[in-house]
T-cell receptor, first 119, second 111 residues
Framework: AQKITQTQPGMFVQEKEAVTLDCTYD???????LFWYKQPSSGEMIFLIY??????QNATEGRYSLNFQKARKSANLVISASQLGDSAMYFC????????????????FGKGTKLSVIP | DAGITQSPRHKVTETGTPVTLRCHQT?????MYWYRQDPGHGLRLIHY???????DKGEVSDGYSVSRSKTEDFLLTLESATSSQTSVYFC??????????FGQGTRLTVV
């Protein structure tokens, strides 16, 4: 079973509109972390936002916010006021502890969502 | 920019030859990861390390081995390259409770 599921292979959004990218995860850990990364056509991976499993408030970073619903195991990325430069692949990722005591933290990614911003 | 360097950035090799990719960091971060990125599959974890000489397998480890003899270097070896290993390889580093920083990627073509 996939640990990170991104159900939207591609999405379109009008410039200046808000868009939500979906991410659901699967873990039995109580302590874990969720990340979103952006990959523009140039190929580099850019960190956007982080949410810890014990964080009570949803994370926000500028125009990015993470809608964290722990009971539903979802961590959706919301981009407000979309810009043309937001066109990119977006990846959701989860950090979870695999080996207690050894500190073995795995970092698993979803398959990504390609966002296209329309002028 | 996080101090992480991948080498080489591009490589073309023949089927059956050994290939080693290097990830070098200057951040003294504990965790290092190797991923491959293929269309439709996102980033898939090959191997990762949580300390010197401490490594573990990821989702797609078959055909790959790794070594980490010192904190700053994490090597990925394809013992006998196959065409199915043609991909873009990313290294990432991470400290405890922080985000991962990625290298620029290595484009490997096996012909």
């Amino acid at each position: 079973a996939q640990k990170i599921t991104q159900t939207q292979p591609g999405m379109f959004v009008q410039e200046k509109e808000a868009v939500t990218l979906d991410c659901t995860y699967d873990t039995s850990d109580q302590s874990y972390g969720l990340f979103w990364y952006k990959q523009p056509s140039s190929g580099e991976m850019i960190f956007l936002i982080y949410q810890g499993s014990y964080d009570e408030q949803n994370a926000t970073e500028g125009r990015y916010s993470l809608n964290f619903q722990k009971a539903r195991k979802s961590a959706n990325l919301v981009i407000s006021a979309s810009q043309l430069g937001d066109s990119a692949m977006y990846f959701c990722a989860m950090r979870e502890l695999l080996v207690e005591g050894a500190g073995s933290y795995q970092l698993t990614f979803g398959k990504g969502t390609k966002l296209s911003v329309i002028p | 920019d996080a101090g992480i360097t991948q080498s080489p950035r591009h490589k073309v090799t023949e089927t059956g030859t050994p290939v080693t990719l290097r990830c070098h960091q200057t951040e003294n971060h504990r965790y290092m990861y190797w991923y491959r990125q293929d269309p439709g599959h996102g980033l898939r974890l090959i191997h990762y390390s949580y300390g010197v000489k401490d490594t573990d397998k990821g989702e797609v480890s078959d055909g790959y081995s790794v070594s980490r003899s010192k904190t700053e270097d994490f090597l990925l070896t394809l013992e006998s390259a196959t065409s199915s290993q043609t991909s873009v390889y990313f290294c990432a580093i991470r400290a405890q409770n922080t985000e991962a920083f990625f290298g620029q990627g290595t484009r490997l073509t096996v012909v």
